[in-house]
């Protein structure tokens, strides 16, 4: 048990906005994407609205539903299929049940009653509550319950069930009809309050049904498994210490275990109860079955105290909700009542990480000054924070009474893997797409205080504020400042910019435009050895140098901070002690330190610095991402040009773009290039080949269908065309600013 829990760390949400439902017991909960949808349930009367809490801004809201609305309902069926929630049976007053089958299209908060034909053979589900309903395909799978017998509600007879059906589903709403499959092996014995998951093996591929526990007079805890593409119900055999009997548990599967939580156990010690009316208590257990190995694992015991309240109390009949590797769990009754409408209901909102955060993606610059970055990465989801490292190539002083333990000018890179870019398609004009406008992200860092550690609650750690997600248009573009530096003979006769090599070799993640979480990464190395200039066919590439392995030592990384969200302005780094420096390069837990008691370095023109970054949540600090190079400007050159636009027309586009937000002296001349197919990117798919298509003073350009029918496609994430453009002054062209327009649903030839 120790073993198990050692990186259990439970959280209670404390801090939150919005309209809070009344706690409750019954009810149900869904998640699409970081929304927890909360229906029914009751507690002095059965609940009708319909609550959203939002894990990304802890905000909870009461969404405007119209429609069929269904009326309150407690112990219902509660599934998601993608956008829509469908609900089926509970209790909607005391003593009467319901049979009736809402569907909700969450996407609109628009209720409709749906009406599935009756079996081929035999009757329709009659009305129930305490069943499982659970979602795997187009089907949905209803087994088990409670029926009242009698016909008056006021007079309760109550029958356990274990019939089973399948309901059919139509795809995107409405459903087809119900059907009571013919099943092998023994059926599972009635019973209701009872838990349902489908779990799908990766190796193996088949669907399977596990049903734990409920109530048939006496609580129980035997574990049902049913092979859904046989339709064989067995008893699969099990290691470790199986939990108690229990009934108005939760169960909830995250990767390949089944987190199993609370409800009502049986008082005695051995759980050897078979009087209806028994003496039982709620509890707080916690464990979890690896669906895989079918060995249970104890996280928190039945006996186990917890007098500083670290721990979710007791309580049956609450919801679990799995956000990601996230479990939420809300309110509940606390067990100490038994009259059905008089219980004391829990008011606390908890959450678990059950795995340390995915790496994010690699770090995206959006601009950079003589001695600043503002950078970007994906957000990762149900995380509390992110911590930025960098490393420079240049040597770095050491803090205050410790030896230097600056990086050579010399060190050179680690080779990464590669995934191969594709040919573009012939016909490219033809693709739609509307205005768009990229608009650079705010210039707030959002530090976290110096004083927060990784131990504390993930309320006092983070609060994480914002607004909801929007989906986004189809067709983007995105942008990025791309950094060279110039020849130390200048330019020549071409007047092109000298643009640094460009790694496309890892994934990249597009964003939507406008939106900061979503912008388009890409990796850019710089080398002062290599200069890349146009030639007279107007044509230029990317070299990629061939890096050799460095050892562990001569990286040395540094601290920027810790951040809410997924952006930073970098302008300095913390100083660490050799010592600290030295455990942070090794170990992706290391503690982080009181940043006040630091000193801070600030970053230097001209300097190339890597840069890595890892998520935080209540595990710890999850792996590092790739890493990524950056190059601070050179002071005098022109800054990198902003606000792309690109607008479609009939037989091409016109590209504009405003000047730098830093000239640095009078704008000569832009130059704006175009990734285009060749011989050469089939060979190498890491040098992407551009052919110039505009060399002026305006600040817009037509791209003709001709010039389009030759472009390269991009593939590293989402299909898109690679624009670059670039402000000449008296010294020379600045940082580029890359475009990768995105194409969406085009046909394409490609070639690997």
């Known amino acids: 048990m120790a073993a198990a829990t050692a990186g259990l760390s439970w959280r209670r949400v404390s801090s939150f906005t919005g309209p809070v439902p009344r706690s409750r017991h019954g009810h149900r909960a869904v998640a699409i994407r970081e929304l927890v949808i909360i229906f029914g349930g009751g507690n002095e009367g059965i609940a009708d609205e319909l609550h959203v809490y939002n894990t990304a801004t802890n ?143 990766k190796d193996l591929g088949i669907p399977k049904m596990y049903i734990f526990g409920g109530m048939c007079g006496c609580r129980l805890n035997d574990l049902w498994e049913l092979d859904i593409e046989t339709m064989t119900w067995s008893r699969p055999e099990t290691k470790g210490t199986v939990p108690l009997p229990r009934s108005l548990h939760t169960a909830n599967v995250i990767g390949n275990k089944m987190y199993v939580f609370g409800g009502w156990v049986p008082q005695s010690a051995g759980g050897e109860i078979s009087a209806h009316d028994g003496e039982w208590k709620c509890t707080g257990s916690f464990a979890y079955l690896n669906l895989d190995t079918t060995e249970w694992i104890g996280l928190i015991s039945d006996c186990q105290e917890d007098k500083s309240n670290l721990l979710p109390g007791p309580r049956a009949g609450h919801c679990a909700v799995a956000v990601g590797t996230r479990l939420y769990i809300w309110s509940g009754r606390d067990g100490y009542r038994k009259a059905w409408n008089n219980q004391v209901c829990c008011k606390d909102l908890w959450y678990l990480d059950t795995e340390k955060p995915p790496a994010p993606s690699q770090v995206q610059l959006i601009r950079a000054t003589t001695n600043s970055f503002q950078v970007k990465w994906d957000e990762v989801p149900t995380v509390e924070g992110y911590l930025l490292q960098l490393h420079a190539d240049s040597p770095v002083p050491a803090a205050a009474g410790t030896p230097g333990t600056g990086v050579p000018e010399t060190s050179v890179l680690s080779s990464q893997g590669g995934s191969s870019l594709h040919q573009s398609p012939q016909s490219l004009p033809s693709v739609p797409c509307p205005e768009m406008k990229v608009d650079h992200p705010s210039q707030a860092n959002n530090v976290i205080p110096n004083n927060v550690q990784l131990s504390l609650p993930s309320n006092s750690l983070l609060k994480i504020e914002g607004k909801e997600k929007v989906a986004a248009p189809e067709n983007k ?258 940082p580029a600013t890359q475009v990768r327009w995105l194409q969406g649903n085009v046909s394409v030839r490609c070639s690997m």
């Open 477 to 734: 573009i995105t942008q990025e400042a791309m950094k060279n530096h110039v020849d130390a003979t200048g330019f020549k006769e071409s007047n092109a910019p000298s643009l640094l090599p460009v790694c496309t070799s890892s994934p990249q993640t597009s964003a939507n435009v406008g939106e900061l979480h979503d912008l388009d990464k890409r990796t850019v190395i710089p080398d002062a050895s290599v200069s890349s200039t146009v030639s007279s066919t107007q044509t230029m590439r990317t070299p990629q140098r061939q890096m050799a392995p460095v050892k562990s030592r001569e990286r040395q990384w540094y601290d920027v901070g810790i951040f809410k969200n997924s952006s930073a302005v970098v302008s300095q780094f913390y100083l660490l002690p050799e010592e600290t420096l030295n455990a942070s390069n090794k170990m992706e837990d290391a503690d982080v330190p009181d940043y006040r008691l630091l000193k801070k370095q600030d970053l230097l023109p001209g300097t190339v610095y890597r840069f890595r970054v890892a998520a935080i949540n209540g595990c710890g600090v999850g792996p590092f991402s790739k890493v990524s190079e950056f190059k601070t400007c050179i002071p005098g050159f022109p800054g990198a040009p902003s606000t792309v636009k690109i607008t479609k027309s009939v037989d091409c586009i016109h590209l504009s773009w405003e000047p730098p937000a830093s000239p640095s002296g009078n704008i000569l001349e832009y130059s704006a290039y175009l990734a285009i197919r060749s011989t050469q990117l089939q060979e190498n798919p890491n040098q992407l080949v551009f052919m110039r298509i505009y060399c002026g003073l305006k600040t817009s350009c037509v791209v003709t269908a001709a010039q389009l029918s030759n472009a390269h496609v991009d593939y590293t994430s989402r299909p898109a065309i690679v624009f670059r453009i670039s402000a000449k002054n008296e010294r020379g062209y600045g």
């Open 59 to 201: 905000q909870w809201f009461l969404p405007a539903v119209r429609g069929d609305i269904p009326p309150g309902c407690a112990a219902h069926g509660f599934v998601c299929d993608g956008t829509r929630i469908l609900v089926f049976g509970g209790m909607v007053e005391y003593g009467r049940y319901s049979n009736d089958l809402y569907e909700l299209q969450a996407s609109r908060w628009l209720w409709k009653k749906v009406k599935p034909q009756a079996p081929s053979t035999g009757s329709p589900p009659c009305p129930r509550l305490g069943h499982s309903f659970s979602l795997y395909g187009n089907k949905c799978y209803l087994f088990g319950g409670l029926a009242n017998e009698s016909e008056d509600s006021n007079n309760n007879v109550p029958r356990y069930l274990n019939d089973f059906y399948e309901l059919e589903l139509q795809h995107g709403s409405g459903v087809v009809g119900w059907s009571i499959p013919v099943t092998k092996g023994i059926l599972p014995s009635p019973r209701e309050s009872h838990t349902a998951i489908v779990y799908c093996r």
